[in-house]
């Protein structure tokens, strides 16, 4: 069965697209079967694994409204070694269709169930917002990652997603229980970073993922390659910091299973 986390945070720009996607590299690296779902109308995390979202004539939309089946659809990411439930601007009509649904936000776990067992990781890219589509990867994951800047106004949104997480867990998915914090485009030279990276320890221990991802222009490129940064340049320091978070997502996950069995 398929680990499933979904990426998110409402803040847009955080690093949610460029952590799914490396991360979804990293693992299949370590030869993972990795299915990553582009749940975000974007379409970055499609593009970014070198798939032209524009020449997709199904996506996660047709596959979430019941139109076509995720078989079907998923395309392989050859470059990045997993494949893609990809999306594009069609998805933003989702969230109005959902609602005719029983159970609008259940869908995306619905769809998911039929190839759990065809993976060893789900990853999911949200959305910048906290509305039904993000509610939908909240559903049917069991840990979610955070990426979060080292700033002054990354912690004010923080306490909206953690509530947010909490309420899905304990109305909607019990299995919700994962939560980690990712500190991105880290710049230990700046003071300030230093000291919100040392108060987001403080305050969330274990829950802070122990990699730091740098600032680091090659992770900013390699999108316009569609390919994702650990295989654009793999020697760069973005990319090494993301290679060291698959290894570290994937001891957490093992020790996760070992604690529940
Ligand atoms: P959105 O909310 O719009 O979906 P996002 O949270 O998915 O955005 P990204 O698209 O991953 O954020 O990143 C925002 C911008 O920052 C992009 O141009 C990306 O290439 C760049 N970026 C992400 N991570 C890094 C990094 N570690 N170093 C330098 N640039 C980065
Ligand atoms: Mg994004």
Same mark, same amino acid.
């Given at each position: *069965? ?145 990426? *979060? ?35 991105? *485009? ?76």
């Amino acid at each position: *069965m398929a680990y499933i986390y979904c990426v998110a945070n409402q803040k847009g720009g955080v690093g949610k697209t460029t952590t799914a996607v490396n991360t979804a590299a990293s693992l299949a690296r370590r030869r993972q079967k990795v299915l990553l779902v582009d749940l975000d109308p974007q379409g970055n995390a499609t593009m970014g694994s070198g798939i032209e979202k524009t020449e997709c004539s199904n996506t996660v939309y047709e596959v979430l409204i019941g139109k076509a089946d995720l078989d079907d659809v998923v395309v392989k990411s050859d470059v990045g070694g997993y494949d893609v439930l990809p999306a594009n601007r069609e998805l933003a009509a989702a969230e109005i269709d959902l609602m005719n649904f029983k159970n609008p936000d259940q869908r995306l776990k619905e769809v998911l169930e039929a190839v759990a067992d065809k993976y060893d990781f789900i990853l999911i890219d949200c959305p910048p917002s906290l509305t039904m589509i993000t509610v939908n990867a909240l559903c049917c994951a069991q840990g979610v990652i955070i990426p *979060m800047q080292c700033e002054y106004f990354a912690l004010e949104g923080l306490s909206d997603l953690v509530n947010t997480v909490k309420r899905v867990r304990h109305n909607k998915n019990p299995q919700l229980t994962a939560i980690g914090l990712l500190r991105v *485009m880290y710049d230990g030279r700046i003071t300030l970073q230093q000291q919100v990276s040392e108060q987001l320890k403080q305050t969330f221990g274990d829950r802070v993922f122990d990699t730091v991802i740098p600032r680091n222009v090659r992770l900013a490129e390699a999108p316009s390659y569609g390919e994702p940064g650990i295989v654009y340049d793999k020697s760069s320091r973005g990319a090494k910091a993301y290679v060291a978070f698959g290894r570290e997502l994937l001891a957490r996950v093992k020790q996760d299973f070992s604690d529940k069995e």
